[in-house]
């Protein structure tokens, strides 16, 4: 370096053209998206000691500084993730509020319907096309469940998952870069000098967690190359220094079209850890937010309505005679027919060998819409487990035996509505299983009846009433399966002199029934019991099933009497122009059937478009939250960050000068030494 003025009048020339070319690259780079404005650090050369003074060296750059904020970064990028994750599940849930609560595309207005032709049916039960309306209106019910189905599993669950490849896609990519930028940055910080960083680097990089926060949640650990280590969620890590660890994109454990997020241990394993779990914020995690939250559990409440609704229409057919005076046959296809309670259950993957459950929904009041879990213990036990992982039953290696074949006996799930065997036992230890009840309920709804003199509007023959009932228990038939039963209270069954009746009998206890003939003898085992009350005292009784009312005493006797035969039992003679059990549909309108008997259908229904439209509002309440904040956080890094043309212009002007000053000490430092030489020649 020179010495005295000449010296000091080059540095002060470079210093100015370092200036000139920092405030250039800024102008130049005022609409670059993620750029940082960049400010030239300059200082004095330590001066030089002569005659007992240090005199003046001239200056020096010290450094080219960007205007960034850490902490305004970090704001940006937070609340970047929040108003994606938000804003995703607003889309997606409005999308699904717009189909369910539109009058066309939801099920209020084809439930109403039908609830219209069954009236016009009550009115008089002779006339054939009241009948072929209310047929009518039963299949357009079913065909808009369907619909309903396939509109919100292949349009919105399908538009989630394209949207789950393409997002883990564009994360893979922007990881793979920042990864490729860390080692770029980590090779100029170790070339470069003191105090010059590569800036330009930074800021790319930083454009692209950026990029990335929009899609899920960042977190940034700074390390002492330069270098970053980038984790997402709950602390999974994504880059590592120079090695990007990307994310897949899996098929559920039991559910192939539901997919998830899986994770190499190390890199290249074929074995992915799934990791769905740990995906917080950005539209990644809202896109699984709504799926888990609202669009999954959509889809298993209308299938429960569904299922209720045929339940509930094939019973009462069961109850009463059709046109024909014989016993009605199901409305709608069963909702235990056997290859749809085979579909109740999935099996894991890593089950070595799969195994066949059938779940059968013994009563439609009871059921939710949630999942099950079941698990074979080490000790050989099945284990079934809400949604909390509350245990509900654990079937042991005896009941496996007797649910399995030949036996297949069905034990009930308690409190579920729920019962259960194995069709084809194959269980090991370890082996997982998922209980879906509801969920296909609206595709599998299906109209069977077709002839409409089959339409059950008339009464059935049973007379029931209690000869000994302290405490006023109900005891309400509930389903007429099979008049041919051996058992079934008729008079080919009971002959003179015992009357076409059965009596029930309830134990002391009040926890176990049994079976007994109108004289008081009980019917040949096993048929007369004792049998033990279930959790939802819904009996069964021989062809038939009864429900029991409110809290039993002990000892109470019910009778069930027959009373379409030869007098005195001639009460319930089958008429033409009968429409008791049509009125008894029609009931169905108001009577509260599901939830555990808190709602009609109508008002379940209005229950899931208020928990989706509540769902909604609360998404854009929160979308709009913060999008606010994130405006405001990008105007508060604009103010530190932003490239301003007015100091632009301004910092030229004075580098300018110093450019002109700088070269007049050069030209002044020039003609002294010219003078100086003329002198000595």
């Known amino acids: 370096m020179s010495f005295g003025i000449l010296g000091t009048g080059v540095s002060g020339l470079a210093a100015a053209q370092k200036g000139l070319d920092t405030t250039g690259h800024n102008i130049a780079n005022v609409n670059t998206a993620g750029y940082n404005r960049q400010t030239v650090e300059q200082i004095s050369t330590v001066g030089i000691p002569f005659g007992g003074v240090y005199l003046g060296n001239g200056t020096q750059i010290s450094s080219i ?28 849930a409005g999308r699904l509020d717009n189909f369910l609560a539109n009058t066309d595309t939801g099920i209020t207005k084809s439930i109403e319907e039908a609830f219209n032709s069954i009236n016009g049916v009550t009115e008089d039960p002779t006339i054939i096309s009241a009948r072929n309306v209310f047929l009518s209106t039963a299949e357009s019910a079913a065909k808009r469940f369907n619909n309903m189905f396939t509109e919100v599993e292949q349009q919105h669950l399908g538009n989630i998952n394209q949207e789950i490849e393409t997002t883990v896609a564009a994360i893979n990519e922007i990881s793979t870069r920042i990864a490729q930028l860390n080692g770029e940055i980590a090779v100029a910080n170790s070339v470069a000098e003191n105090g010059f960083p590569a800036n330009d680097l930074l800021d790319k990089r930083e454009l692209l967690i950026s990029q990335l926060s929009e899609r ?73 937010k709504i799926r888990e939250e609202l669009l999954l559990p959509a889809i298993r409440e209308m299938g429960k309505i ?22 009605g046959t199901n409305l709608f296809k069963d909702i235990n027919d056997p290859q749809t309670a085979l579909s109740r259950t999935l099996n894991s993957r890593n089950n070595p060998v799969g195994t066949d459950f059938s779940i059968n929904i013994t009563n439609a009041a009871l059921v939710t819409s949630d999942e099950y879990k079941m698990v074979v213990d080490a000790g050989g036990n099945l284990v079934v487990t809400d949604k909390d992982q509350n245990t509900l039953v654990t079937f042991t290696a005896a009941d496996i035996a007797g649910m399995s074949p030949p036996t297949n ?43 409409p003199t089959l339409v059950a509007a008339a009464g059935n023959q049973l007379d029931v009433a209690a000869t000994t009932n302290p405490n006023n228990v109900e005891f309400n038939l509930y389903e007429i399966s099979n008049t041919a039963d051996a058992n079934f209270p008729n008079e080919v069954n009971f002959p003179l ?11 002391a206890a009040g926890t176990q029934y049994s079976i007994q003939d109108s004289a008081g003898a009980p019917l040949a085992a096993p048929a007369g019991g004792p049998f033990n ?10 062809g038939m099933r009864f429900e029991l009312k409110g809290k039993l005493a002990g000892n109470e006797v019910f009778t069930i009497t027959n009373q379409d035969g030869t007098a005195p039992y001639n009460t319930k003679k089958f008429g033409p122009g009968d429409n ?40 854009q309440i929160n979308a709009d939250s913060f999008a606010v ?37 050069i030209s002044i430092a020039n003609e002294t030494f010219d003078s100086l030489m003329q002198a000595v020649r």
Do not use: C, H, W
């Open 629 to 665: 904040l994130l405006s405001g956080a990008e105007q508060r890094m604009a103010a530190i960050s932003g490239v301003n043309l007015d100091e632009e212009a301004a910092n030229l002007i004075r580098y300018q000068q110093a450019y002109s000053a700088s070269a007049r000490i």
């Open 216 to 288: 899920v949640e960042v977190n940034i650990i700074d390390l002492p190359d330069g270098t970053i280590n980038l984790t997402v969620g709950t602390g999974l890590t994504l880059v590592a220094g120079t090695f990007p660890v990307p994310l897949s994109v899996e098929r559920n454990e039991f559910d192939t079209n539901k997919l998830e997020i899986g994770i190499s241990p190390t890199p290249g394993a074929p074995k992915k850890s799934i990791v769905t779990d740990q995906i917080d914020g950005g539209s990644l995690g809202g896109l699984f």
């Open 409 to 451: 006996t069905r034990l009930e799930i308690p409190g579920t509505g729920l019962n259960i065997n194995i069709a084809n036992n194959n269980l090991a230890p370890g082996d997982k299983f998922l209980i879906r009840a509801t969920y296909s309920g609206s595709r599998d709804i299906e109209r069977t009846l077709e002839d």
């Open 497 to 507: 002199p015992l009357a076409p009746q059965i009596q029930v009998a309830i134990n």
């Open 580 to 619: 008791t059990n049509a009125l008894k549909m029609l009931d169905f309108q108001n009577k509260k059937t599901l939830d555990g008997g808190t709602n009609t259908f109508s008002e379940s229904y209005a229950e899931l478009v208020t928990f989706v439209g509540v769902k909604t509002q609360s998404g």
């Open 65 to 92: 500084s960007r205007s960034f904020n850490e902490f305004s970064y970090s704001e940006v990028i937070y609340n970047k993730s929040q108003f994606n994750y938000n804003n995703t599940q607003t889309v997606n």
């Open 533 to 542: 009350i279930p959790a939802d005292q819904i009996i069964d009784l021989p």
């Open 306 to 327: 569904s299922i209720a609704y045929a339940d509930a229409f094939n019973r009462q057919q069961s109850l009463g005679r059709d046109l024909n005076g014989a016993q």
